[in-house]
């Protein structure tokens, strides 16, 4: 299966602190992106990266990709309480539009 | 406009019961999917739909039929669906250009089968 592994599965932090997500995959990729849900809402896309690109930064988000180790991490800097949600990454083989979700990762930033 | 809009928002059904779940969006996307997502996992791919052709069908029981009836439309009959099959379905569309390939979900369809 192309699906991703995330860790940690659950993340408990303090409002202010970052938090760092990782997700692996096992095939080439054309891009991995991350999605955030709330509550078994639908899934809110945050940033894309492409497989030449090695970081990524969009407002407090911070995207590392490492094809050579078929990861990736996602930090939130100076989380907030609002910030407490589910988060995935989603890769896509090849432009295939074929776009699998890792495992997940549930964040909670404790006020 | 940049919204997927799904409904109903819940749905419950028996065994036997033929429904429907309706997805919408009016971005100009040509790329459409369903996703089931059970609770605490990640959104499994079902279907993808390109230019209202289906072009991935990941090998999902026929008592799921997907239809695309225009490009800004996807539904999903379902027939005779097990209790296993409650889960949240979740629609999502990408505009399928190499330049921009995020998805846009829609809120979901919280399906209960009795």
Redesign the interface.
Same mark, same amino acid.
């Not at chain 1, 078994?40 to 896309?45: D, Q």
């Not at chain 2, 390939?101 to 979901?108: I, T, V």
């Given at each position: 299966s192309q &699906?991703g592994e995330e860790d940690p599965q659950a993340l408990s932090i303090q409002e202010g602190e970052n938090a760092t997500m990782n997700c692996s995959y096992k095939t080439s990729i054309?891009?991995l &992106?991350w @999605?955030r849900q709330n509550s078994?809402?639908? #899934?809110?896309?945050l940033i #894309?990266i492409r497989s030449n690109e090695r970081e990524k930064h969009s407002g407090r988000l911070r995207v590392t990709l490492d094809t050579s180790k078929k990861s990736s991490s996602l930090l939130i800097t100076a989380s907030r309480a609002a910030d407490t949600a589910s988060y995935?990454c989603?890769t896509?083989k090849g432009?295939? @539009?074929? @776009?699998?979700?890792?495992?997940?990762t549930?964040l909670k930033v404790l006020a | 406009d940049t919204e997927?809009t799904q409904t109903p928002k819940h749905l419950v059904m028996g065994m036997t019961n033929k429904k429907s779940l309706k997805c919408e969006q009016h971005m100009g996307h040509r790329?459409m999917?369903w996703y089931k997502?059970k609770? =605490? =996992?990640?959104?499994? *791919?079902m279907f993808?739909y390109?230019y209202e052709k289906l072009?991935?069908n990941e090998s999902v029981p026929s008592r799921f039929s997907p239809e695309c009836p225009n490009s800004s439309l996807l539904n999903l009959h379902l027939h005779a669906l097990q209790p296993e099959d409650s889960a *949240?379905y +979740?629609c999502?569309s990408?505009p399928?250009d190499?330049t921009n390939? =995020? +998805?846009?979900?829609?809120?979901?369809t919280?399906l209960s089968v009795l």
């Open positions: &699906q054309n891009n &992106q @999605y078994g809402r639908g #899934l809110v896309h #894309l995935f989603a896509d432009g295939t @539009y074929k @776009y699998i979700f890792g495992t997940g549930r | 997927v790329a999917y997502q609770a =605490k =996992k990640p959104p499994e *791919l993808v390109s072009s991935i *949240l +979740l999502a990408s399928q190499a390939e =995020k +998805l846009f979900f829609g809120s979901g919280q």
